[in-house]
């Protein structure tokens, strides 16, 4: 995946709360755990998958939090604002010729694009699409759902309405879990995170309860913001961004098959089988298992209809 040197950056939509306003490069990463606990797994790296690939209701999130979170009440709820400086961002982060050579402007331009592309979708049924910052995080930071802490993965945080990520995690996907983190795939976690902001906007969040299972509201959550994520990715090289020059180009099928191999290595399935126990426990899943994840992503994507993403509405979840 490329993106398109002329498109203009719109570096408002991050906040960089890693001091000195941040610095070209990845960091070593996680994420916040993700609405109400884990599989009962051992093992930062399990926490960090299950809440940044997961969502709320526990488990496994490129995921969306919650206050009332086991992770968090350990961690220790809280709330308030970070501070943040953007400075460097916006010396460096200027246009797509920036984020094809430095991977933190490749990261503003992704939550340009998807931002755009759900403005845009949900003014087309009536619906005012509400931005969503992204706060790039180093260590820990607060949060509105409590404090956030590096290896517990990216997430979405509804009671604040941003996205947190500590950007640490992509060397984490690449060098323990054996996965792409290429920018396709990048922008696959990352459109997983808006995926809950959407369902928060749209009010779907309050149809999820705390039942886990193969069939629970968590799962089909979940499931719901991977198939947003293969929406977006449909028309992210035909997405204007704020200046009107579309901001992502050459996505290939390598990348597309990247992201879904990486769907792949986060489901509760293999989480269980490969980092916990050896055995698998359905009762407990909480976002779906690896062929779930795999086909619900590329459901969006062959769609690239977000009303084929009603996980809610069909007995058959894959």
Not at 170 to 190: C, I, K, N
Not at 245 to 266: H, R, S
Request: net charge negative; with cysteine.
């Amino acid at each position: 995946m490329r993106f398109n040197d002329n498109a203009g950056l719109d570096v408002s939509q991050v906040e960089d709360r890693r001091g000195g306003g941040g610095g070209g490069g990845i960091g070593l990463g996680g994420g916040l755990a993700a609405g109400g606990g884990g599989l009962g797994l051992v093992g930062l790296l399990v926490i960090v998958l299950m809440n940044v690939f997961g969502g709320s209701g526990g488990g496994p999130d490129l995921g969306q939090a919650t206050s009332g979170s086991g992770y968090f009440q350990q961690a220790g709820a809280g709330g308030g604002t970070g501070t943040f400086d953007d400075s460097q961002l916006q010396s460096e982060c200027r246009t797509g010729a920036d984020a094809n050579t430095n991977d933190d402007c490749a990261v503003v331009a992704i939550i340009n694009s998807v931002q755009a592309f759900w403005s845009q979708q949900l003014a087309r049924s009536g619906t005012t699409y509400t931005e969503s910052d992204t706060v790039f995080f180093a260590g820990s930071t607060p949060t509105g759902c409590g404090t956030g802490q590096t290896g517990m993965g990216p997430f979405y945080c509804p009671s604040d309405r941003k996205v947190y990520i500590d950007l640490s995690f992509w060397d984490t996907l690449r060098s323990q879990f054996g996965a792409d983190a290429g920018p396709f795939t990048q922008a696959y976690v990352l459109a997983h995170e808006y995926g809950h902001h959407v369902q928060d906007l749209l009010g779907t969040n309050s149809r999820v309860g705390t039942a886990t299972g193969p069939t629970s509201g968590s799962v089909r959550l979940e499931l719901q913001a991977d198939c947003y994520a293969g929406v977006w990715a449909n028309h992210a090289s035909t997405t204007a961004g704020p200046d009107g020059q579309v901001l992502i180009q050459d996505i290939t099928q390598q990348d597309l098959a990247n992201a879904v191999a990486t769907a792949g290595k986060i489901g509760d399935d293999y989480i269980q089988t490969h980092l916990g126990s050896g055995s698998t426990d359905p009762s407990s899943y909480t976002h779906g298992t690896s062929a779930q994840r795999q086909k619900w992503f590329q459901q969006g994507y062959t769609t690239g209809n977000p009303a084929s993403c009603n996980t809610f509405d069909t007995s058959n979840l894959g």
